[in-house]
């Protein structure tokens, strides 16, 4: 049995969960979230505890066992919580500033970019060079913050451009000097 599938769900005060025909509705303080699962799984509500069952050990109802019951607890742990990704700038006149509900940004081009907020991400600019993007469905948040790095993708010589906080970007080295043959 899938390690991850078997762990249940527990449903934290202040979360309404409804479950029919597999599709789950997960209702908290900072929102809802609705997502339909594949009909072969078993989702069960008892409790306030909530379990993802498998028909049987095939391929793919093992795949699909773990990753349901992780979608369903990111449901619920947005709706709670929510989730954010922080993105970096470095480079030399690049800059980053939230004007009304849009993001704009300098990043060495000869026009500034100009990113809108939508209705389920927020991002907020607490410095220059930092971008926060929040929200409560995890996938949005990360899809959001990876179009913003898309923007000016981190070069491999001065490692200059938008990264995530804490990513490593590998260096080259630059040109070999004289006298080498």
Not at 109 to 128: A, C, G, K, L, R
């Amino acid at each position: 049995m899938s390690r991850i599938g078997r762990m249940p769900i527990t449903v934290p005060a202040g979360v309404d969960v409804k479950i029919a025909d597999n599709q789950v509705t997960v209702k908290g303080p900072k929102g809802e979230l609705c997502q339909q699962f594949s009909k072969e799984l078993g989702i069960a509500l008892q409790d306030g505890v909530i379990t993802v069952t498998r028909p049987s050990d095939d391929k793919k109802h093992r795949s699909l066992h773990g990753l349901t019951r992780t979608l369903i607890h990111n449901m619920i742990e947005g709706v709670v919580n929510g989730y954010s990704k922080t993105l970096e700038i470095d480079g030399v006149g690049y800059r980053a500033a939230k004007q009304g509900k849009n993001l704009v940004m300098n990043l060495g081009f000869s026009h500034q970019v100009i990113v809108p907020e939508t209705d389920e991400i927020s991002i907020e600019v607490p410095q220059p060079n930092q971008i926060v993007v929040k929200g409560i469905d995890k996938q949005k948040v990360g899809q959001f913050a990876a179009e913003i790095r898309e923007k000016r993708l981190p070069e491999p010589y001065k490692g200059k451009g938008i990264h995530y906080l804490g990513e490593h970007i590998i260096r080259k080295e630059g040109k070999a000097g004289k006298g080498k043959k």
